[in-house]
């Protein structure tokens, strides 16, 4: 079966168009109500002023979140709850003498005996759009990768042999180019720009906006790439049709 250029851009556009409607969705579809989050603003957090005196020390992994259950409400982990205690009932951990929870929560923390559970309040919903996501994201993985297999061979079927290994570099040098040196200023901007919690020089907690900045600007280069591989297919259509019009005469 002979190799035909054209057909073969014409796959990858459509691969691409295909990626960009799969960012468009992960970017549109609404997120999950994390509920009530104490300390959680819509660009920002704060520290809940019961639990200050614990002197929290943020990790990477801060993010622990558990659940008051006494008034159904979530703290982002159990020093930012106050609990001072834990341990394991049934094979589900269990913090207890929390200072924000409960009856803990008043007089400073003085009745000792309020608990909670490991978890978010609530968080089926977050757990049932997070599968979607993990689908939606592993086809995204899956077709870019088919895309730049794609690319690849049209470019080896397309230049002369001995300039193959040369026309590889190149390729291979402005992808390194733009997803370390481009792509990673940007998100990286982006993180900083969106970051809803700083502490110790370190962001622990993106505000509400950070992921559909993420999803609008994946799906603008996607888009990019696109309208590249588009212009591609117009300049080898024109160029085989003057030479088809040349053979003629």
């Not at 049934?90 to 005996?113: D, E, L, P, R, W």
């Amino acid at each position: 079966m002979e190799f035909c250029n054209l057909e073969a851009i014409k796959k990858t556009v459509i691969m691409s168009i295909v990626v960009f409607v799969l960012y468009t969705i992960m970017t549109a579809v609404r997120g999950c109500d994390p509920g009530n989050v104490v300390g959680l603003g819509k660009n920002y957090y704060g520290h809940p002023e019961c639990s200050l005196s614990c002197n929290c020390k943020p990790q990477w992994d801060e993010f622990k979140p558990v659940c008051a259950t006494d008034d159904m409400v979530t703290y982002i982990s159990p020093c930012h709850a106050g609990c001072r205690d834990s341990e394991v009932i049934n094979g589900i951990q269990v913090y207890s003498n929390c200072t924000c929870a409960g009856a803990g929560a008043g007089a400073g923390g003085g009745a000792g005996a309020a608990r909670v559970l490991e978890r978010a309040c609530g968080d089926a919903g977050c757990r049932r759009a997070f599968r979607l996501h993990s689908m939606l994201f592993f086809l995204v993985i899956t077709i870019t990768i088919l895309v730049f297999q794609a690319q690849g061979v049209l470019l080896l079927r397309t230049v002369d042999p001995r300039d193959r290994s040369v026309v590889m570099g190149l390729m291979w040098s402005m992808i390194a180019i733009v997803t370390f040196v481009c792509g990673h200023s940007v998100f990286l901007g982006l993180r900083v720009a969106t970051c809803g919690w700083l502490e110790a020089e370190k962001c622990h907690l993106q505000s509400q906006t950070f992921p559909y900045l993420v999803g609008a600007t994946s799906a603008f280069l996607t888009l990019t790439s696109i309208m590249t591989s588009a212009t591609t297919w117009i300049c080898i259509r024109t160029s085989n049709k003057g030479q088809s019009f040349e053979s003629r005469l």
